[in-house]
């Protein structure tokens, strides 16, 4: 089973930067897809970002050019960069994984596996 952990999280102002990173072990991680979600209380969990096993990427209208998908197959590694921070990118934001080489836009639950999510806050 694939387990996923994710790191990085915290507090930063407005304008500001951060890098989540996502562990996986468990299974060959260079064999699925991965992506970013993410929650506000009250809201659904959303799609942020993905990134197939070739690096092939696909992002959000709401952060693309601000956010960068990555993985680090060697260090079974995703991380996301986010750039040009606002409070409106306030939320839990977690990792997520489903076996195969890339499937485009998936929601929460089509995934088939979750981490446990990370904190990070954007204060104006």
């Known amino acids: 089973q694939l387990q996923l952990v994710e790191s990085g999280g915290g507090s930063v102002q407005s304008g500001g930067s951060l890098r989540l990173s996502c562990a996986a072990s468990?299974?060959?991680?260079?064999?699925?897809?991965m992506g970013w979600f993410r929650q506000v209380p009250g809201k659904g969990r959303e799609g942020v970002a993905y990134?197939?096993?070739?690096?092939?990427?696909v992002y959000a209208g709401s952060v693309k050019g601000r956010f960068n998908i990555s993985r680090d197959n060697a260090k079974n590694t995703l991380y996301l960069q986010m750039n040009s921070l606002t409070p409106e990118d306030t939320a839990m934001y977690y990792c997520?994984?489903?076996?195969?080489?890339?499937?485009?836009?998936?929601?929460?639950?089509?995934?088939?596996?979750w981490g446990r999510g990370n904190q990070v806050t954007v204060s104006s």
């Open positions: 997520a994984a489903i076996r195969g080489r890339g499937y485009g836009w998936l929601t929460w639950s089509q995934m088939g596996y």
């Open positions: 468990g299974y060959t991680y260079s064999s699925y897809y």
């Open positions: 990134i197939d096993s070739d690096g092939r990427t």
